[in-house]
């Protein structure tokens, strides 16, 4: 049967039609307003073929991730949402966090992984999540412990649930015995090198980050943090004197809505907190004790309608004794909010070559963020 002229005119024209649209796509996709980290991989149409990019893309204080790709590195997808701590079975998100070496953790299709005890994350492990819908809950959520070189990118972390005294199966298949969990998205214990970056992060009994125990050079970036009480804790208490040493780049983050304090609440050490939106607060959006020190530069304060509009706070300031350095650079300021600086000094950051980044301009910073947390990739490789 000979197919008609107005039959192939209809499908030439369809097809015309369709590459119109997808040009057109990816043109406004790629129009859209990066952030310096973003641009590094996402005007990549072909990300997906080229995943271990996103490790030179991080800035601040986790520096480059390069010890997470390379020769060597292990390529593992999670095909089975299913969890059992004390014999993980292959497929699992748990049997590949466990995997010694370099690995890269992809996932085959949307999940809902539900966790029945928390999750321990080898050193040198990629969570990327990227291009699927990967939802984790339940008990007590993910642990950086004693490890290095850990990225968590592209996750739907919610609903973690404090658990008491438990075991899981821990590296080299080793049974550990755990003290109780408190119910938080994303924990740190005496960890360094870590980039969380691009995760939605809601609704824990706890807190959404703790980074605790000594852990330093962290970098938490382009998270979208909302409908949570206690938010983000760095340093792990008030006699925890090894939190000294504490480095973190709080970045390009998006705080709210529904969020009441701790973004962050910073122990002893340092908190370079910039180009992050803040969409109210109830107590407080930045606060600390024990002395620590606090650059808030270029962000964005849209304080709450009612309420209290001071950006910090402080638990036990001494005022006869040297203030601590609470310092604002270029902050923006909305709707009443307000930031009470303290110090005299400057507390700068000092990054290395591979850590520092552009500061972009405050007002810009909601456009920036505007994509912050899990992204949605689509078919055509977009993201």
């Known amino acids: 049967m000979k197919i008609g002229a107005p039959f192939r005119f209809a499908s030439f024209l369809s097809l015309f039609l369709f590459l119109i649209f997808f040009f ?3 043109n406004v996709c790629l129009a859209k307003p990066m952030n310096v980290i973003d641009k590094c991989w996402r005007r990549d149409t072909n990300w997906r073929e080229h995943r271990q990019r996103l490790a030179k893309c991080s800035v601040g204080f986790a520096g480059k991730m390069t010890n997470n790709i390379g020769k060597g590195t292990i390529r593992y997808k999670v095909t089975d949402p299913s969890d059992d701590p004390l014999d993980p079975k292959p497929g699992t998100l748990r049997y590949g966090a466990l995997i010694e ?3 890269w953790i992809t996932f085959k299709k949307n999940m809902k992984i539900t966790l029945q005890k928390v999750l321990l994350i ?3 492990t990629a969570l990327d999540g990227r291009g699927v819908g990967v939802h984790i809950e339940g008990n007590a959520c993910l642990v950086i412990y ?13 609903h973690c649930k404090a658990q008491g005294p438990s075991s899981v199966m821990g590296p080299r298949g080793k049974i550990m015995s755990l003290g109780a969990m408190d119910g938080d998205a994303i924990r740190l214990v005496t960890a360094s090198e870590v980039w969380i970056d691009h995760n939605t992060l809601y609704s824990c009994q706890d807190g959404l980050l703790d980074v605790t125990r000594g852990s330093t050079n962290v970098t938490v970036s382009n998270n979208w943090f909302r409908n949570q009480d206690k938010v983000m804790l760095l340093g792990h208490d008030d006699g925890y004197l090894r939190d000294r040493g504490m480095k973190v780049t709080v970045v390009l983050n998006h705080f ?3 969020c009441n304090q701790r973004m ?3 122990r002893y050490g340092y908190a370079h907190v910039v180009n992050n939106l803040y969409q109210g607060w109830t107590q407080y959006a930045i606060g600390g004790s024990m002395n620590p020190s606090i650059k808030s530069e270029s962000n964005y304060f849209i304080a709450p309608q009612s309420g209290k509009k001071e950006v910090t706070w402080r638990k036990g300031v001494d005022h006869n004794s040297k203030p601590w350095t609470f310092y604002s650079v270029n902050d923006y300021f909305e709707n009443g909010a307000c930031f009470e600086e303290t110090g005299k000094d400057e507390a700068k950051p000092n990054y290395d070559d591979e850590q520092k980044f552009p500061i972009a301009e405050a007002k810009t910073v909601k456009n920036l963020t505007s994509s912050a947390g899990a992204l949605k990739c689509s078919r055509t490789l977009t993201c």
């Open 24 to 26: 057109f796509a990816q």
């Open 264 to 266: 962050p609440r910073v």
């Open 122 to 124: 080898s050193s040198n």
């Open 101 to 103: 070496g370099k690995t």
């Open 146 to 158: 004693k490890a290095s070189n850990v990225i968590i990118h592209g996750l739907h972390i919610h």
């Open 256 to 258: 709210g809505p529904n």
